[in-house]
């Protein structure tokens, strides 16, 4: 409704409101840009300056604030005065005490909960450290108000509002103009259109009212009027020539081996060859009624676009379908005539086409480029097909779930629904051998769908990791504890040397058990192993997912701490949950931990076996005080220090 109003308007409206839109709105478009750049660079200038600000006084009330000269730093702050746009400033100390300040507030703002409020006024926070060395005295915090750069932005809004309508007014003029130049000989033309109208074209011809390009088209248009008398007699003459063309086509197209149809829009059938005729009737299907042929296919999608392609006069090529009893695949493809509206069908049965190929890609996939153990499913996981390797190795079988041997559902519904979405899936399942053994086997499934991408079967592939397996194992047993799990000596100083080499500072921490032996001696070494399994999960509690825990031997244990602000914390935490209650197997024994620790940073080139060493002597250092507690170690030094 909206393009018919708009196609019915003058050609004066049209040539020259779009002109005057598109002009104005680039106008209004530039100046909200130029709008937007100047707000944001005078907001951007208003915090530089603040924080250039700032950063001077903080340095300035170092010395005022490490003495407590207050009258210094009121000095200071009095001299940020100067910047008419700054309302207020503090100085503040890390126990958010107020040191000095300044302040030169608005009517609408005043302290609220150790801040400046404003109702109306819009500020600006800036607030910069005052540090010595590493030590933090305070921080200084400014107040600016954004009102200047708020008016100046109200003015450049109300000079932007002023020239945009200033640019509009003119840009109406313009299209005004420009419609005077190219609008009028259109009008001309039209004149000139509306005579041959109304007199005939036979014997008269359109006068020429202007000398420019459209009356040059004019005169064209009167020399293509004087030749179409000549021509007619040489169009009868065609069309005699074009009659006979027809009668040759209709014969070559009656010997032709695939089916053709000429249909109308309305799905009426003009013609059809024999091959056709011979097609169809193995369907008991008419080749004159395209509808009753339309509804014995399948898809609908693909019917329906055939039938949308005829009523169109459009071209479609290649469309399958499919005979809803026997299954018989046609290909079928519309080409447009140039008479009449009508449209030539070929259709051609490729269903042997089909089949053979779908054969040819299954022995292929199969048995030419699979390797490994491969099976062919049908939907119901019935075995179809096996290949020699899956023979040899799992024997022959006939259904997939007598292969699995973990107790689990043939196919879960997860794994299905990946399956059935993506067309592959990958997994790992036991499965038994052709011995009667269980091997964890590593195991691919691809779907097989027909031309109608539903899905008909699935191949497998079965590859066998027994020996990958067995290496993780034994690779496992060769790193790790065997008592507590946990990384052994030669994994711990491997995983802690890469770290360190990665550039990761640490704490090393040695634990060794205080009282264990006597555990050992009073209720037996099984005791004292679920006590060490008891410490390591205690250990592994104590610290983050990103330490590392291992066991050095007997009752030693080292720990990395990578998060080097929270050592003590962690220490006493440590020391605490090991100095807990342990009841195992209805005994209580009591055990504690001497733990020295050696900061290792990424700096330091000491090897970490010398860290160990060191970390070694901290605990015994840790033990001459009494046990129960922890001692730190220099970086290259020997002996312990006492840092707690």
Known sequence: MIFRFLNNLPLRVKFVLPTWLLMTAGVMFLGMAVDHIVGKNLEKSLISRATVMANAAASNLTAAIAFGDMETGREQLTALSADPDLIA??????????????????????????????????????????????????????????????????????????????????????????????????????????????????????PVRH??????????????????????????????????????????????????????????????????????SRFGCSPTDLDELLVSFEPVSSMMAISRAVDKHLPLTNVELTHTETGTIFLVSTHPMASAQHSLLQFDDITAHREAEQRRKLAELIFDKSPNATLVLSRSLEIKTQNTVSVSKFGANSQWATLVADGQPNVRFRELKVLMSKGSYQWQRIIISATGASLPCKITVQTLSNHRRKVEGFVVSIVDQSVEVEIKRLNYLANHD???????????????????????????????LDGFKAVNDQYGHKVGDELLKVVASRMKASVSRSDFVSRLSGDEFLIAIHDTSTIHHIVKRLLNKLNQVMI?????????????????????????????????????????????????????????LDFV
């Open 482 to 512: 065997g008592l507590t799990g946990l990384s052994n000596r030669a994994s711990a100083f491997e995983k802690l040397t890469k770290n360190h080499d990665k550039g990761r500072n640490m704490y090393v921490l040695f634990i060794d």
């Open 89 to 206: 400033a503090r100085v503040v100390s890390p126990n958010h005490v107020e040191f000095v300040s300044f302040l030169r507030l608005p009517i609408d703002c005043g302290p609220q909960d150790n801040t400046i409020a404003c109702t109306d006024t819009a500020t600006e926070y800036v607030v910069r450290p005052i540090v010595l060395g590493k030590e933090t005295l305070g921080k200084i915090e400014l107040y600016i108000s954004r009102e200047t750069i708020d008016r100046e932005h109200r003015i450049l809004l109300a000079y932007l509002a002023i020239g945009t309508g200033l640019l509009s007014f003119f840009s109406l003029m313009f299209a005004q103009l420009l419609h005077q130049f190219v609008a009028s000989p259109l009008a001309s033309l039209h004149q000139s259109m509306s005579a041959i109208i109304r007199l005939g074209v036979l014997n008269r011809t359109i």
């Open 584 to 640: 195992i197997n209805g005994c209580q024994p009591k055990v504690s931990a001497s733990i020295g620790v050696r900061f290792w940073p990424s700096v330091d080139t000491t090897p970490l076996s010398t860290v160990v060493e060191q970390a070694d002597k901290a605990m015994y250092h840790a033990k001459a005080k009494g046990k129960n507690c922890y001692s730190f170690a220099k970086a290259g030094k020997e002996e312990a």
């Open 211 to 280: 000398d420019d390009e459209l009356g040059q088209l004019t005169t064209c248009f009167n020399e293509m009027v004087m030749n179409l008398s000549e021509r007619d007699s040489q169009l009868k003459q065609t069309l005699k020539e074009l009659e006979k063309k027809s009668r040759y086509i209709s014969q070559v197209l009656d010997t032709m081996e695939h089916g053709v149809i000429v249909a109308s829009p309305g799905d009426k059938v003009t013609y059809y060859n024999p091959a056709a005729a011979n097609q169809l």
